[in-house]
């Protein structure tokens, strides 16, 4: 079974920066895609950045520039760092996996997902 665990949401203000984490078990890390998406208050789910097994990372043009998505296999943990926040980055986040080196930029291309975590941006 495998588990993701997201952490390192909170409020901050408008031009500041947060790093969030996703903690995973129940499988080998590092054969597996991983992703974030986010989803505000009334919106669809969206895609914002994904890395791949080798490292390859892939991120939404809303986003390019500030956030940095990053991997470390040896703690089975994945990291967004966000820089330069702005209100309308306001969303749930939720941490996303899925079996093999392909990444996906829909929210049907992944398996497996964790709880959330709320990240609020006041300007």
């Known amino acids: 079974q495998v588990q993701l665990v997201e952490s390192g949401g909170g409020l901050v203000q408008a031009g500041g920066s947060l790093r969030l984490s996703c903690a995973a078990s129940?499988?080998?890390?590092?054969?597996?895609?991983m992703a974030w998406f986010r989803q505000a208050a009334g919106k669809e789910r969206e895609f914002v950045a994904a890395i791949r097994p080798g490292g390859n990372t892939y991120y939404a043009d809303s986003v390019k520039g500030r956030f940095t998505i990053s991997r470390d296999n040896a703690k089975n943990t994945v990291y967004l760092q966000m820089n330069s926040l702005k209100p309308e980055d306001t969303a749930v986040y939720y941490c996303?996996?899925?079996?093999?080196?392909?990444?996906?930029?829909?929210?049907?291309?992944?398996?497996?997902w964790g709880q959330g975590t709320q990240v609020s941006v006041s300007s």
């Open positions: 996303a996996a899925r079996s093999g080196d392909s990444y996906y930029s829909i929210r049907m291309g992944y398996a497996y």
């Open positions: 129940g499988h080998t890390f590092s054969s597996y895609a």
